[in-house]
């Protein structure tokens, strides 16, 4: 498989990375904002299988050039078979405290960045590919809401929605579209979210999660928001 991974520097995309070169059938482009994580995340790899077929590139979704990184997915792996849309960030202050540039920023990062990442990878995209958006159990209509979270709450909830849509509009290209609304996952974002708060579901966990749903869930699945968690939060 063809994959192309956003978020790939620390947490559940730094964990499904590390679970999909473990097969050398799978050729993998790691996307994320640090490059000095994006080299630990390679060194760990190639000790983990030193023929792994991995492709580590600094890339900002929101800000930088797409035609470069078209150019940079066609020269490593030609086309894509798998898009996992994980980047993302979060804000958690007091909604009376939290500014329109607050709500931006959330928008920006775990929505429109994807947005701009599926358009620009549409047409590198294989016939029957899957496409796996990463939302949250804070987005997802009926679950539990926590004060703070807001912002990153209704960002994820637009991405959610966004998924829907997609696996609509794109049947008849047979590109299947996925959301996997996450719960809980012992990472460096829950902590933000959460402070003191463990976790049952460690990292490598969910990355594994997400790495065999990327594989094999576009069999099962189009153009749903699958709710993955265990606990509250």
């Not at 640090?34 to 991995?54: G, T």
């Not at 492709?55 to 997915?73: E, G, Q, R």
């Not at 926590?146 to 909830?157: R, T, V």
């Not at 902590?191 to 463990?198: I, S």
């Amino acid at each position: 498989m063809k994959i192309l991974i956003t978020g790939a520097s620390s947490g559940v995309g730094f964990e499904a990375v590390l679970e999909l070169i473990l097969k050398n059938e799978n050729e993998v482009i790691a996307l994320a904002r640090s490059q000095d994580k994006l080299k630990r995340l390679y060194e760990i790899a190639k000790d983990l299988n030193p023929e792994a077929n991995l492709f580590p590139a600094k890339f900002d979704i929101v800000h930088d050039d797409y035609s470069s990184l078209a150019n940079f997915v066609t020269e490593r792996i030609g086309r894509i078979d798998v898009l996992i849309n994980n980047a993302g960030q979060l804000i958690n202050k007091p909604f009376e405290d939290t500014t329109q540039i607050d709500f931006v920023e959330m928008l920006q990062s775990n929505l429109l960045g994807h947005v701009k990442m599926i358009q620009n990878m549409l047409p590198l995209l294989n016939d029957g590919a899957h496409v796996v958006n990463i939302g949250s159990m804070g987005g997802y209509q009926h679950s539990a809401k926590f004060p703070g979270l807001a912002a990153y709450s209704a960002s994820k909830a637009a991405l959610h929605t966004l998924t829907e849509c997609l696996a609509a509009e794109y049947t008849e290209r047979n590109i299947r579209f996925n959301c996997l609304a996450l719960g809980s996952a012992q990472t460096e974002m829950l902590e933000q979210a959460f402070p003191g708060y463990t976790s049952p579901v460690m990292a490598f966990e969910m990355g594994k999660y997400i790495a065999d749903f990327a594989l094999t869930g576009h069999k099962f699945f189009n153009g749903k928001v699958i709710p993955v968690a265990l606990t509250t939060p």
